[in-house]
């Protein structure tokens, strides 16, 4: 689909893919990423993730 990246670029008429529901003040949205944004996304999710398991950020659990 086509549509505004929400993320890091705010590209509007891109290839955008659905993320899940945003929730801001209350009200709820639906949430698109572009490619390149959700690149982005993984790579940091990935970079938090292999921070936590060599000990580098405290434990939220």
């Not at 709820?28 to 580098?56: K, P, T």
Request: net charge negative.
């Amino acid at each position: 689909m086509r549509g505004e990246c929400w993320l890091w670029c705010g590209r509007d008429d891109v290839e955008v893919t659905w993320i899940e529901p945003v929730r801001s003040s209350g009200m709820y949205a639906a949430l698109y990423a572009s490619r390149a944004c959700l690149y982005e996304l993984d790579q940091r999710v990935l970079e938090i993730n292999m921070r936590e398991d060599v000990g580098g950020l405290p434990n939220h659990h």
